[in-house]
């Protein structure tokens, strides 16, 4: 294991499965303690051990995020549970895909509430704890990292409100960005391409087959390469911002 997180505390949402999943080991091989927050308790406590049996020290929070209060108490209860807050990985996320005039009016209700709604609620409770861990050892310096899309840089029919809640995930990352640069909390966006993740299984299935014809020609990223996006983004000095890592799969062109 790596000493570069070592002494600090890192919560990440969606940590089930995929890059949150990813994300949360790889943390918690730089050093770090981790606070898995997803809403399958049973997944999460595969990961706790996956986490454990590598060395790492993990709690896992059962929470819906996409409540104020269950946002809140995730937090809490992280912060309760180690001391402590440094890193907020923002990983949560649903991606409903179709054309938008046949699209229920539910799949962008969900996809507001995880990709939008509930990264703000998770940021604007873990603050307070970050600004503190800004200013103490062992780094001086605190860490939110959103994960974004490609969508977030290019539109393509079909995609029309995860575009809208991408999009909105950079230009608020930005902006909050700028707010607590003088605070040493530094605010970084991760915008990962196509991979292979359980994400395009949630698309209704009559569309299944279209969204594959896609991208079935595409070798796509592995969670461990966003992982590795992340790390590279909290573990380095105090003195280096990375604003921004927009990852595309190799074969990828838009």
Known sequence: MSEAL???????TGASSGIGAATARRLAREGASVALVA???????????????EGGTASAIVADITTRAGATDAVDRAVAAFGRLDTVVNNAGAMLVGPFADAPEGEWERMVDINVLGLLYVTKAALPHLIEAAGREPRRTADVVNISSSAGRVARPGTAVYNLTKFGVNGFTEALRQEMQPLRVRVSVVEPGNVDTELTSHTREELRAGVEAQTGSIERLKPADIADAVAYVV????????????????????
């Open 6 to 12: 070592d002494g600090t505390v890192a919560l990440v």
């Open 39 to 53: 809403r399958r308790g049973d997944r999460l406590a595969e990961v706790a051990r996956a986490v454990e049996a």
């Open 235 to 254: 573990t380095s000095a105090r003195r280096v911002a990375v604003n921004e890592v927009f990852v595309r799969a190799a074969d990828q062109s838009w």
